[in-house]
């Protein structure tokens, strides 16, 4: 099954000067470790879709063995959901679509299996991320506790997903995947939840990579 990274992003609260998916944890592009997390659990075929930077992706060539990569060049400032749009003549069957800035102790083969239970049109994992702040625990007008970085009690986009090929349809040129497409999908009843309580970080800004580093790949791979 061909998995789909997305790896346009240029990472402005980390470093703007730098590709964000080559952005190193433990000596290694975030990127690689998204492609191992795969690898590991049978993964086999990679489409990249490049943007900011992509020669430099495309020329960064030390992927873990076993690995087949292919970078696409999606354009500069194209939406996620449009960076898929440009590639659906190549996405003929179920495909995997995350982003190169995301890692978990995720079971992929019970997120697949819960697509194909649900028979939906796409799955999305969903997490509940620990806070970065301490929250106040509150009666009346008095404030009885404190909590350090409690887990959220909402569900949030995990970044992991399954598409059938119908689910394209969903999507053109302009489309933000995390917007419109899911919204039209949700509403239609055709979008599946896959629940995740394990590890989940993804790189958005400098504490984040440093409780990566903190962390250690141990965390997301087996």
Known sequence: MQVLILCGGRGTRLDGERLKPLIEIAGRPIVWHVVSIYLAQGFRDFLLLTGYQGDALAGWGDWPA??????VDTGLDTPTGGRVHLVRERLESRFCLTYADGVADIDLQALLARHRSARALATMTVVRPELPFGVAMVDGARVTGFREKPVSEHWVNGGFFVFEPAALDY?????????????????AGALAAYRHTGFWRCLDTVKDAQALEEAGPARWLA
């Open 66 to 71: 076993g690995a087949r990569v292919e970078c």
């Open 171 to 187: 999507l053109d040129a302009d489309s933000v995947l995390e917007r419109e497409p899911l919204e039209r999908l949700a509403a």
